[in-house]
């Protein structure tokens, strides 16, 4: 809605003007009139449509033609008077006013025009007949209101029109030559229809319809007016009420209904709760909510977004395969101005064996448009009507800003969902290879993948401790001069070189000195390609001694050359590692299961460090004599300290297996 209205005056001088603005101000007919009126200014509270309104007169007899060039331009709309008693005030209307008017505004963006007859209390007849030919003939033109300041009749009714023509403009709505609605109109309502048609049957019933009129008008219908709004189409449409229910094309004449008996106020309430200007455009207050997300913090989707998107792809999926067939996806995307997905995000996301995007694939795309665009994130969900359907005040309550990532190494604990792994290694390493192996394809079918639709990025859930994360591959272009801060902000390096290769891990350790020795984000090397014949590495030291000095994992032997889909072990032990940075995990076999691996983590893990570390403070500090180790009660309270130390460890060893 606009914050504010300014209604010009124009017309013939004696035609009235100024006596019409001084009637609605002092509710009289003033008995001494001014060449013209001062600009006034209504507030908000008085007018019916609760927007302040401005109204200006105009006067030829002390104002230039420059200064009404001026006027018009700043008007919202503009109000020709002319006295319906004075015939050539009224050939003016065509001839002069209209024509000045069209030749000053913009040609994209014209002012709505309104017709006044003033001074009917001094005829019998109306100018009606004279009038409607003009009306017809110029589209700028929303009304004609006949009226009379002497009588003070359709005096507020004349500015009432005059706000709503600015307000709720027929124009982008209505064509009057064809009387049908415009193509821009049947557009939006086309996708306010989809949107509230919650089960995508192509039918309103009357729990959405409640619901769509609750979110409109804040109350629902109640059964009996909902029963008379469908038997109005049934009436009118053949094919406009099916199965009890409201169709497109009921739905669709129901507005046109409303504009052509000038109700356009309802049409425009339904348009602007679903987020669209006076041009018919999604608003951009609507579709990019403000959001701040401070420096080393990520963006991820809530648990009420993920329920909505679940609703979506329920929606659409409609033989409830769990997977999205090119044509659900197109229609999943109809209320989207663009295809928002390009053919590389099946490279990106989990899909079944014909190619199509899975459930886990459907949310996993969207947590990495949320994770690396929030933006644009907001703006597909904008089109989806999250705000709208999911009762929320805009698109940003559906994103968790995670706080800063300084503060999770800090307290030594995360609740973040989706981590990041930035995988660096020289062309033909087989960092490709890596990723798509992450989405569970095999050598064989890499081979098919088209280079055009390639991906740069793979996501996935993990299984961190019981506990499903997301986690988030990106290929890294191999140029050690032009690595961006985007490259290298991540939760874990993954450096990839091809054990076939005698120069493919030089440039692991140039990357790792380089940039990640001396930071604190955890790396993990991979030795790509285990199944051709493993060659020496033309490196001063061997990838395993590497890792000694550097304090690293030793090399995590990987193929995607496999039968079946490649294991998933590497990627768990690699959430594992981004989620607790800290541990400093020294799992030798990368299952994360067994009891070696289990053992090692807790033996490793700092809590248990930190532990041991102040029994053994305490133990030095304390001065235990000769007598203290003679007497008996000494060694019954080492040898109950000792019982209680090895129940709570076979405790603490018993709950990891249980959470595995």
């Known amino acids: 809605m606009r914050k504010d209205v300014r209604i010009l005056l124009v017309g013939e001088p004696k035609v009235g003007k100024t006596s019409l603005i001084m009637s609605l101000v002092s509710e009289e007919f003033p008995t001494v009139v001014p060449y013209r009126a001062e600009e006034i200014t209504i507030p908000a509270d008085v007018t019916p449509e609760r927007v302040p309104t401005h109204i200006v007169d105009y006067s030829e007899a002390e104002q230039t033609d420059e200064q009404l060039f001026q006027e018009i331009t700043k008007a919202n709309v503009i109000c020709i008077v002319y006295s319906v008693n004075n015939k050539t005030s009224i050939e003016k209307v065509t001839s002069y006013w209209i ?243 390009g053919p590389d995000v099946n490279n990106t996301v989990c899909t079944n064996e014909q190619g199509w995007i899975t459930y886990q694939g459907y949310l996993s795309q969207w947590t990495l448009t949320t994770y690396l665009d929030v933006q644009r994130c907001l703006e597909y969900l904008g089109y989806l009507g999250y705000s709208i359907i999911a009762e929320q005040e805009s698109q940003a ?73 997301y986690l988030l591959l990106h290929e890294v272009f191999p140029d050690l001069d032009y690595l961006s801060d985007a490259d290298l902000a991540c939760d874990i390096i993954c450096l990839v070189y091809d054990v076939s290769n005698p120069y493919s891990f030089e440039y692991c350790a140039k990357v790792f000195k380089q940039y990640f020795m001396d930071c604190k984000i955890p790396c993990m090397m991979i030795a790509a390609k285990s199944d051709l014949p493993e060659t020496k590495q033309f490196y001063g030291c061997s990838p395993l001694e590497f890792c000694r000095r550097h304090k690293m994992p030793p090399p995590q032997s990987f193929t995607c050359n496999t039968a079946g889909a490649p294991g998933r072990d590497i990627y768990t032990k690699l959430s594992t590692m981004a989620m607790y940075p800290h541990a400093r995990l020294r799992c030798m076999c990368t299952c994360n299961r067994c009891t070696f691996c289990l053992c090692q983590n807790l033996l490793n893990s700092e809590l248990l460090q930190t532990v041991r570390a102040k029994l053994h403070a305490v133990v030095l500090r304390r001065h235990v004599s000769q007598a203290d180790l003679k007497s008996s009660a000494f060694w019954l309270r080492a040898s109950v300290g000792a019982s209680v130390c090895a129940l709570l460890g076979f405790a603490m060893y018993r709950v990891l297996l249980k959470t595995r």
Not at 299 to 309: D, I
Not at 404 to 420: E, Y
Not at 430 to 442: I, V
């Open 99 to 341: 024509p000045l008017i069209l030749d000053n505004t913009d040609k994209d963006s014209r002012v709505p025009l309104i017709l006044v007859g003033n001074k009917s209390d001094l005829v019998e007849h109306s100018s009606m007949e004279t009038i409607l030919p003009v009306m017809n003939q110029y589209s700028e033109i929303e009304t004609c209101v006949e009226c009379s300041a002497k009588n003070l009749k359709n005096i507020s009714e004349l500015f009432y029109y005059a706000q709503k023509a600015v307000l709720h403009p027929t124009g982008p709505l209505y064509c009057p030559d064809k009387k049908d609605m415009r193509p821009l109109c049947v557009k939006a309502l086309t996708r306010i229809f989809k949107v509230s048609d919650m089960d995508n049957d192509g039918i309103l019933n009357d729990n959405e319809l409640n619901f769509f009129q609750k979110t409109c008008f804040n109350m629902p219908l109640e059964p009996q007016a909902l029963e008379d709004v469908k038997n109005v189409v049934r009436k009118n449409l053949s094919d406009g009420v099916c199965d009890n229910g409201l169709t497109l094309k009921g739905f669709l004449f129901l507005h046109t209904l409303f504009i052509q008996r000038g109700r356009h106020e309802t049409t425009w309430t339904v348009l602007r709760r679903f987020g669209y200007d006076d041009d018919l455009e999604l608003n951009q207050d609507y579709l990019f909510a403000p959001l701040k997300v401070p420096p080393d913090c990520t963006t991820e989707l809530n648990h009420t977004a993920y329920l909505f998107l679940q609703s979506v792809f329920d929606k659409h999926d409609k033989d409830r395969d769990c997977a999205l067939l090119p044509e659900e996806l197109r229609d999943l995307f109809d209320v989207f101005p663009y295809t928002p997905w």
């Open 397 to 469: 309550a559906a994103i968790t800003v995670t706080r800063d990532k300084k503060i999770d190494l800090q307290k030594k604990q995360t609740q973040r969902g989706v981590f990041r792994c930035n995988v660096f290694g020289d062309a033909g390493s087989g960092k490709s290879g890596f990723l798509q192996a992450f989405l569970g394809r095999n050598l064989m079918h890499q081979q098919m993948i088209k280079e055009e639709h390639k991906s740069y990025y793979a996501i996935s859930t993990t299984f961190v401790y019981g506990q499903e994360k």
